[in-house]
């Protein structure tokens, strides 16, 4: 949207029109727009760039028209509508895939899978465009009995097994059972009240006895 100033001479009198962009309530404008004025070449109205979330949502402007020796007198345009969509809901982002892994009982693997777990969620943030798109990872185990086998640091978003010295959690068959925790992926923006939506992502670790695993005993 644009305009131009044109200056009137009548009689020898100058009459110079001023354009004014408002809300249709006569408010000025809000600080998401730019309303340059200054010369004939600079009457243009612009949407500047923004990350705040509160610019999402629907805007109307309008241009109030009048000489400047007149001002009471003034022209009013029809209103113009203004969508700003919001670009974090849902993001443009690949999910966070579903992880699986088998673990045997007695096995301290150490940094190995851990770090692997850590370039996934690297490579899932990284994946965020626009990146000033916020997320945020949470760890959730619904089963106590696996409460010391299994941790997850948030401050670095590493999830460990940790080293199962017991066939206890096998249950009554000692063969192998899987279990399940999730990462709830939160995203939006990173301010209160502004987080967009959830999404959870299961992650099963299968328990397995080293007792029935010929990789780890033999009859010879």
Same mark, same amino acid.
């Given at each position: 949207?644009?305009?131009?100033?044109?200056?009137?001479? =009548? /009689?020898? %009198?100058?009459?110079?029109?001023?354009?004014?962009?408002?809300?249709?309530?006569?408010?000025?404008?809000? +600080? #998401? &727009?730019?309303?340059?004025?200054?010369?004939?070449?600079?009457? =243009? /109205?612009? %949407?500047?760039?923004?990350?705040?979330?509160?610019?999402?949502?629907?805007?109307?402007?309008?241009?109030? +028209? #009048? &000489?400047?020796?007149?001002?009471?007198?003034?022209?009013?345009?029809?209103?113009?509508?203004?969508?700003?969509?919001?670009?974090?809901?849902?993001?443009?982002?690949?999910?966070?895939?579903?992880?699986? &892994?088998?673990?045997?009982?007695?096995?301290?693997?150490?940094?190995?899978?851990?770090?692997?777990?850590?370039?996934?969620?690297?490579?899932?943030?990284?994946?965020?465009?626009?990146?000033?798109?916020?997320?945020?990872?949470?760890?959730?185990?619904?089963?106590?009995?696996?409460?010391?086998?299994?941790?997850?640091?948030?401050?670095?978003?590493?999830?460990?097994?940790?080293?199962?010295?017991?066939?206890?959690?096998?249950?009554?068959?000692?063969?192998?059972?899987?279990?399940?925790?999730?990462?709830?992926?939160?995203?939006?923006?990173?301010?209160?009240?502004?987080?967009?939506?959830?999404?959870?992502?299961?992650?099963?670790?299968?328990?397995?006895?080293?007792?029935?695993?010929?990789?780890?005993?033999?009859?010879?």
């Amino acid at each position: 949207m644009s305009s131009r100033d044109t200056t009137l001479s =009548t /009689f020898g %009198i100058s009459c110079t029109p001023v354009f004014e962009l408002q809300t249709p309530e006569g408010d000025p404008i809000p +600080a #998401y &727009f730019s309303d340059t004025r200054g010369s004939s070449d600079a009457n =243009t /109205f612009d %949407i500047l760039y923004s990350e705040d979330p509160n610019f999402i949502g629907e805007w109307k402007v309008q241009l109030k +028209a #009048y &000489f400047n020796e007149n001002p009471a007198n003034a022209v009013l345009s029809n209103e113009y509508t203004i969508v700003v969509n919001d670009p974090c809901d849902p993001p443009g982002m690949t999910l966070f895939p579903t992880q699986s &892994f088998n673990y045997v009982i007695t096995d301290n693997i150490g940094a190995s899978h851990q770090s692997d777990l850590t370039s996934a969620f690297n490579s899932f943030v990284s994946s965020i465009d626009p990146s000033f798109c916020y997320s945020r990872i949470t760890y959730r185990n619904d089963d106590p009995t696996t409460t010391s086998a299994f941790s997850f640091d948030p401050a670095t978003d590493v999830f460990s097994i940790n080293q199962i010295m017991t066939l206890d959690l096998l249950g009554e068959n000692k063969d192998q059972i899987t279990k399940t925790v999730y990462f709830d992926v939160y995203y939006g923006y990173d301010c209160e009240g502004c987080i967009r939506g959830v999404q959870t992502v299961p992650f099963t670790i299968t328990l397995k006895n080293p007792c029935i695993d010929k990789n780890y005993v033999a009859i010879q």
